[in-house]
Nanobody, 113 residues
Framework: QVRLVESGGGLEHPGGSLRLSCTVSTSISGEQMGWYRQAPGKQREWVAHITSDGRANYADSLKGRFTISRDNAKNTVFLQMNNLKPEDTAVYYC????????WGQGTQVTVSS
């Protein structure tokens, strides 16, 4: 069974930056990988994904602030988040596209002054 481990979250002030990592227990080299987030009281939403050949797509509201990347040798996907806003507060998860049936524990991102 695949295992996903997200890390890198924390408390950041508005305007700050964080870099999230997601390490997967199996090879991701041929997979599209995505980041998702779930804010309190809301459904999980798609944030961004990256194709196996490195093309990235983002939710419209996040373009220009977030950057997704991958290191296939380390089975790791990254999410660089800049100019953070309070509305970015959420638990962030990664998964394949199409998603695996399991999710990691996520990493909490809190943006607050």
């Amino acid at each position: 069974q695949v295992r996903l481990v997200e890390s890198g979250g924390g408390l950041e002030h508005p305007g700050g930056s964080l870099r999230l990592s997601c390490t997967v227990s199996t090879s991701i080299s041929g997979e599209q990988m995505g980041w998702y987030r779930q804010a309190p009281g809301k459904q999980r939403e798609w944030v961004a994904h990256i194709t196996s050949d490195g093309r990235a797509n983002y939710a419209d509201s996040l373009k220009g602030r977030f950057t997704i990347s991958r290191d296939n040798a380390k089975n790791t996907v990254f999410l660089q988040m800049n100019n953070l806003k309070p509305e970015d507060t959420a638990v962030y998860y990664c998964n394949r596209i199409p998603i695996w049936s399991v999710w990691g524990q996520g990493t909490q991102v809190t943006v607050s002054s």
